[in-house]
């Protein structure tokens, strides 16, 4: 449904181009281009800084809003310094005998003049040190940890004290049992959902606020990083392997029921069907955040490059009604992560009758 609204307003965008002006001569428009397509490129990238924006003076100098983050690497021993010492990539960081420069998002070790070396195909070919830096993903990540930690702690105090919720439990309240009696007994069943609670609940509210911290001015892309949709993922796998039921394996090497020779075949087969499962959790979260924000800022971008006021008004329309989407696409790949892991649980615990179906 989301994918065909937004091929629709993209395509009702395209159908008025001929009657929208574009700014300026070619090379303007060119530059404008280029500048709109580093800046989506910078905005779903993860950075070694915390910024809130940024802006040129009429000097021609990039001024940053932000705080620095610490960069810990493993480089002959540890190195720890600041990320202000990078200067958003511009400059090059001395640690002791070592230099440090950022290319395309990534740490590489150098020299004095911060020279890169490229193959080929332009890949570094510098020596990249092991990076256990805290980005601003990671902060992100806890940061929202310890905001959840924190805000479902006290309200489990407060039903130990009182049966009625109070305060932001009023909220989570209604929330929380939605993923016990809509996701979690119908697809695990009652005998088996307590054991997983706890999980699909920090999974359902992480994703959630991850995802609604993600259409904020503040650039923060976290489920767009696979690295982090695969962290989610492998989990639900191993949930998944380690706690299921010898009649989960029984299905899946030796089906009961089926002639032996097709056991042979159908066993490698239902074994590959284990990872495809959390492989198409990592992919479908990763790549709906991340076509979300392209279009978004795709057409927040178009506004500067319409000069008339009607294909920079319909651009800003049409951003202000997918952003609006988005808060729903926020909540829906919630749940989505969350239906699915807990069917897989359901599917590791049940239990057959074999005598029955024999």
Same mark, same amino acid.
């Given at each position: 449904?989301?994918?065909?609204?937004?091929?629709?307003?993209?395509?009702?965008?395209?159908?008025?181009?001929?009657?929208?002006?574009?700014?300026?001569?070619?090379?303007?428009?060119?530059?404008?281009?280029?500048?709109?397509?580093?800046?989506?490129?910078?905005?779903?990238?993860?950075?070694?800084?915390?910024?809130?924006?940024?802006?040129?003076?009429?000097?021609?100098?990039?001024?940053?809003?932000?705080?620095?983050?610490?960069?810990?690497?493993?480089?002959?021993?540890?190195?720890?310094?600041?990320?202000?010492?990078?200067?958003?990539?511009?400059?090059?960081?001395?640690?002791?005998?070592?230099?440090?420069?950022?290319?395309?998002?990534?740490?590489?070790?150098?020299?004095?003049?911060?020279?890169?070396?490229?193959?080929?195909?332009?890949?570094?070919?510098?020596?990249?040190?092991?990076?256990?830096?805290?980005?601003?993903?990671?902060?992100?990540?806890?940061?929202?940890?310890?905001?959840?930690?924190?805000?479902?702690?006290?309200?489990?105090?407060?039903?130990?004290?009182?049966?009625?919720?109070?305060?932001?439990?009023?909220?989570?309240?209604?929330?929380?049992?939605?993923?016990?009696?809509?996701?979690?007994?119908?697809?695990?069943?009652?005998?088996?959902?307590?054991?997983?609670?706890?999980?699909?609940?920090?999974?359902?509210?992480?994703?959630?606020?991850?995802?609604?911290? *993600? =259409?904020?001015? #503040?650039?923060?892309? @976290?489920?767009?990083?696979? /690295?982090?949709? &695969?962290?989610?993922?492998?989990?639900? %796998?191993?949930?998944?392997?380690?706690?299921?039921?010898?009649?989960?394996?029984?299905?899946?090497?030796?089906?009961?029921?089926?002639?032996?020779?097709?056991?042979?075949?159908?066993?490698?087969?239902?074994?590959?069907?284990?990872?495809?499962?959390?492989?198409?959790?990592?992919?479908?979260?990763?790549?709906?955040?991340?076509?979300?924000?392209?279009?978004?800022?795709?057409?927040?971008?178009?506004?500067?490059?319409?000069?008339?006021?009607?294909?920079?008004?319909?651009?800003?329309?049409?951003?202000? *009604? =997918?952003?609006? #989407?988005?808060?729903? @696409?926020?909540?829906?790949? /919630?749940?989505? &992560?969350?239906?699915?892991?807990?069917? %897989?649980?359901?599917?590791?615990?049940?239990?057959?009758?074999?005598?029955?179906?024999?």
């Amino acid at each position: 449904m989301r994918s065909k609204l937004t091929v629709r307003l993209i395509a009702l965008l395209f159908f008025l181009l001929p009657f929208l002006s574009i700014a300026g001569e070619k090379g303007t428009e060119t530059d404008i281009k280029s500048e709109i397509k580093a800046y989506i490129q910078h905005h779903l990238e993860d950075t070694y800084d915390f910024g809130f924006y940024s802006y040129t003076t009429d000097e021609g100098v990039h001024k940053y809003k932000g705080f620095p983050l610490p960069v810990i690497l493993w480089d002959n021993g540890l190195q720890v310094f600041s990320s202000s010492k990078l200067h958003h990539g511009e400059s090059v960081a001395h640690v002791g005998d070592a230099y440090y420069k950022l290319d395309h998002g990534k740490l590489y070790k150098t020299d004095a003049e911060g020279t890169i070396n490229y193959d080929e195909y332009h890949h570094a070919t510098n020596v990249k040190p092991l990076d256990f830096s805290i980005t601003k993903n990671v902060f992100t990540i806890m940061m929202v940890s310890l905001l959840l930690l924190i805000v479902f702690s006290r309200m489990a105090k407060k039903y130990k004290t009182s049966a009625l919720p109070s305060g932001v439990a009023r909220i989570l309240e209604p929330i929380v049992l939605y993923v016990r009696d809509d996701i979690a007994i119908p697809n695990i069943g009652k005998k088996h959902y307590k054991r997983y609670m706890s999980y699909l609940l920090t999974v359902f509210f992480f994703i959630w606020t991850i995802n609604l911290l *993600g =259409l904020t001015p #503040l650039g923060i892309n @976290v489920t767009n990083n696979i /690295a982090v949709t &695969f962290c989610l993922a492998l989990l639900t %796998y191993l949930i998944t392997t380690f706690t299921a039921k010898k009649d989960y394996w029984m299905h899946i090497f030796w089906m009961p029921g089926v002639p032996k020779l097709m056991r042979l075949v159908l066993a490698p087969i239902e074994l590959l069907g284990t990872l495809i499962k959390p492989f198409s959790l990592m992919i479908r979260l990763y790549a709906n955040i991340t076509a979300g924000h392209i279009v978004l800022m795709s057409l927040i971008g178009l506004m500067f490059i319409f000069k008339s006021w009607l294909g920079s008004s319909l651009s800003f329309v049409l951003a202000f *009604g =997918l952003g609006i #989407l988005e808060l729903l @696409v926020a909540a829906l790949q /919630a749940y989505i &992560f969350t239906m699915l892991s807990a069917l %897989y649980f359901g599917s590791a615990v049940e239990e057959h009758d074999h005598d029955h179906a024999h």
